[in-house]
């Protein structure tokens, strides 16, 4: 068994589940949080929560495969209302050019060998009643799901507590070193290995992150209805969602809504590169009008929260997970734009790989800190 000593920055959904994987290999585990909990800062408590397999481009269809692969099969005990539900996803079409991009997107995913069902016509509103009439068709990836990210995070921290990690909760990282993290109050602590999970500002505490692929904040806005109001059973998106999701446009909304097992709708979305600030009432005006367009009915339904949260998009659209360049000790997990919560279990299996020089389950090159 290992007594590698493994600090992990970070007790979001990525951190959270690096930590579940270091400690299961037999890492001594302790995850540092500024906040007071896990789950309760930063993309993690502002997330929708969708596990999607997005195929926007190949190694990240790999990483969203081995995501919800292992959100279906290893998710830690939580409760039903939290958890991992298969609800599926459904890209709609507004006309044939949009039928025609799922439709290469099906071929694609069938490349990959993920079940996706390409619904033309009635069989669109056999699948989802609710959806606007004018619509031509969607595609259906029947084994995506949804799940509450903030409980998740805490939920893996309990199950690595249980193993034996620890957690120190209000507690500022200020700086990492070689084999070292510094605390706001001056103290600091030494370790065989470092993950930094923090976020969207996890560069900052990266030396030499001058050599890594840059991370900048992508702002969204949600809006969540009161419970007796869940009038759709997929996670349904538009077609020219993941444009949005990948572009540097000034502003994008689409139409994402999300189903939650607590009898509620998660709408949105927006994007925008910047900070999350206050609410922009005609922003969430906008998203609303937006669902309205495919789901008849929903701008009716009562809100009782809109809110806004900031995505870490790194300037390439990948992730970075691994050894920082020039490191032997340092390792990061940041910059998961709008699939982190997806992602999370993936990128902490390829961590723990790379710290215990193990074999990685899929190629880590493509999310190299280091990568030009
Ligand atoms: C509006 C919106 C919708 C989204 N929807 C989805 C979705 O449907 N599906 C999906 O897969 N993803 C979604 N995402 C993305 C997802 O939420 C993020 O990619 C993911 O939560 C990132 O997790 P993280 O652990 O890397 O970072 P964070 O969740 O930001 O966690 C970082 C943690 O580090 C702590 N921290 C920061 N600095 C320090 C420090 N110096 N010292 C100690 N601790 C520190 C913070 O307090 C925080 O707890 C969405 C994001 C947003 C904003």
Not at 135 to 152: K, N
Not at 203 to 209: A, I, M, R, T, V
Not at 220 to 247: D, F, M, N, P, W
Request: net charge negative; with cysteine.
């Amino acid at each position: 068994m290992s007594t590698l000593r493994i600090i992990v920055v970070g007790g979001g959904i990525v951190g959270a589940a690096c930590a579940r994987s270091l400690v299961r290999r037999g890492g001594q585990v302790e995850i540092i949080e500024a906040g007071d909990g896990p789950g309760l800062h930063g993309a993690t408590a502002a997330g929708m929560g969708h596990i999607v397999v997005n195929d926007a481009e190949p190694a990240g269809l790999q990483l969203c495969l081995l995501g919800r692969k292992l959100w279906r099969e290893d998710a830690p005990p939580m409760n039903p209302d939290d958890g991992f539900i298969e609800s599926g996803t459904l890209w709609m079409a507004e006309d044939q050019h949009g039928l025609d991009n799922l439709s290469r997107a099906a071929d694609r995913l069938a490349t990959a060998g993920v079940t996706a069902h390409l619904l033309e016509g009635a069989a669109l509103f056999d699948a989802e009643p609710a959806l606007s009439r004018d619509l031509i068709g969607g595609l259906q990836l029947p084994q995506d799901g949804v799940l509450y990210a903030p409980a998740a995070a805490a939920a893996l921290v309990a199950e690595s507590r249980r193993l034996g990690a620890t957690i120190r909760c209000r507690t500022r990282v200020t700086s990492v070193e070689e084999n070292r993290v510094v605390f706001a109050h001056g103290e600091s602590m030494v370790a065989d290995a470092i993950v930094i999970a923090s976020g969207l500002d996890a560069l900052e505490l990266c030396p030499g992150s001058e050599n890594c692929i840059p991370i900048h904040p992508r702002e969204g806005h949600l809006a969540i209805t009161t419970r007796g109001t869940c009038i759709i059973s997929h996670h349904v998106v538009e077609a020219g969602y993941q444009k949005g999701a990948q572009g540097e446009e000034d502003e994008a909304v689409a139409c994402a809504v999300l189903p939650r097992s607590t009898d509620q709708l998660c709408i949105g979305s927006s994007r925008r590169p910047r900070r999350a600030g206050g609410l922009d009432s005609d922003l969430m005006e906008r998203i609303i009008h937006r669902a309205e367009r495919f789901i008849p009915g929903i701008a009716g339904l009562p809100i009782i929260r809109k809110w806004t949260g900031t995505r870490a998009a790194s300037a390439d659209g990948r992730p970075l997970i691994g050894l920082l360049p020039g490191s032997s000790s340092l390792w990061v997990a940041a910059g998961f734009e709008g699939l982190g919560i997806t992602q999370a279990p993936a990128a902490a299996e390829l961590i723990a790989a790379s710290i215990f020089d193990e074999e990685p389950v899929i190629d880590p090159t493509p999310w190299d800190p280091g990568r030009n």
